[in-house]
């Protein structure tokens, strides 16, 4: 019996976000399959939240133009 195949529902490709000189994410890449359960860890301060807040926004701007 063969594996069904997983759908990439959320696929993330170099992401970077810098507040002046300060680099919250570099070159952030990552596939999130249907179904998945993700857990972001990391420390205080690391760019989780940015990370999640500029991909949210993203998709509520595609969202409203679409």
Known sequence: ???P??????????VTKTFGSV??????SMDI????????L???GSGKTTLMSSQ???LLTADRFS
Do not use: C, D
């Open 56 to 58: 949210a926004s993203m």
């Open 5 to 14: 195949e997983k759908k990439v529902a959320v696929s993330l490709r170099n």
């Open 23 to 28: 680099t919250a994410n570099n070159n952030i």
């Open 1 to 3: 019996m063969s594996t």
């Open 42 to 44: 990391g420390e205080n």
């Open 33 to 40: 399959y249907a179904g998945e359960i993700l857990s972001l």
